[in-house]
């Protein structure tokens, strides 16, 4: 079965670096997601990709985090430079296209946690 | 008012009991809502969907929309200790700041406890 993969599964890093994820949706799927869930609460939608396009990035933090699908393919979601806040639950789906019943299929995720 | 809202709970069941967890949205023109089920730990995985009026069954699960009431329901039959998580509801909506494209919200999930 088809999965969405995402790396690294875990990251600890300190405040001020850089941090890097990588995303590889299911072969096909034109749409790609990435939310950020902080524990507790729900996923929130950071960017989303038809394609190579960005279609809805209205919540990411743009002077510190940057996204790319450059071949519509795989993604890199960049933090830049990392914060205590950041620490939470990174994750990636994909549905083959943005539609009434399409279904989202979520990779695993990347823990991060920023000290 | 948040754009999903669930009872954070826990909710807690015994054993074969029925569990009814609860979701309500504020948009209108909203047009498809999911049930994921979520491990501590572990990323989202997709129970069932609704876009219609009314009941959709898939085994032990449920799922039941009033789109007059702007309100989701997912009732889960004969409860199971393995079925202790947390219930994401998701409602996909136009996204007005998306030029179009069709965007998941999340509401902050319910606890479900199964108690044996």
């Known amino acids: 079965e088809a999965e969405v993969a995402q790396s690294p599964r875990y990251k600890i890093t300190e405040k001020s670096q850089a941090v890097a994820f990588w995303c590889d949706p299911i072969?096909?799927?034109?749409?790609l997601y990435w939310y950020r869930q902080i524990l507790g609460q729900g996923p929130e939608l950071l960017v989303q990709?038809?394609?190579?396009?960005?279609?809805?990035d209205s919540q990411l933090p743009k002077d510190r985090f940057s996204a790319e699908r450059l071949k519509g393919v795989d993604s890199t979601l960049k933090i830049q430079p990392a914060e205590l806040g950041d620490s939470a639950m990174y994750l990636c789906?994909?549905?083959?296209?943005?539609?009434?019943?399409?279904?989202?299929?979520f990779g695993p995720g990347t823990r991060l946690t920023v000290l | 008012q948040k754009e999903v809202e669930q009872n954070s709970g826990p909710l807690s069941v015994p054993e074969g009991a029925i569990a009814s967890l609860n979701c309500t949205y504020s948009d209108r023109g909203s047009q498809s809502f999911f049930w994921y089920r979520q491990y501590s730990g572990k990323s989202p995985e997709l129970i069932m969907f609704i876009y219609s009026n009314g009941d959709k069954e898939d085994g032990r699960f449920t799922a039941q929309l009033n789109k007059a009431s702007q309100y989701v329901s997912l009732l889960i039959r004969d409860s199971q200790p393995s079925d202790s998580a947390t219930y994401l509801c998701a409602v996909l909506t136009l996204g007005l700041n998306s030029g179009g494209y069709q965007k998941v919200t999340f509401g902050t999930g319910t606890k479900l406890q199964v108690i044996p």
């Open positions: 789906a994909s549905s083959r296209l943005a539609g009434r019943g399409d279904t989202q299929y």
């Open positions: 990709f038809q394609d190579e396009s960005v279609v809805d």
């Open positions: 072969s096909g799927h034109a749409t």
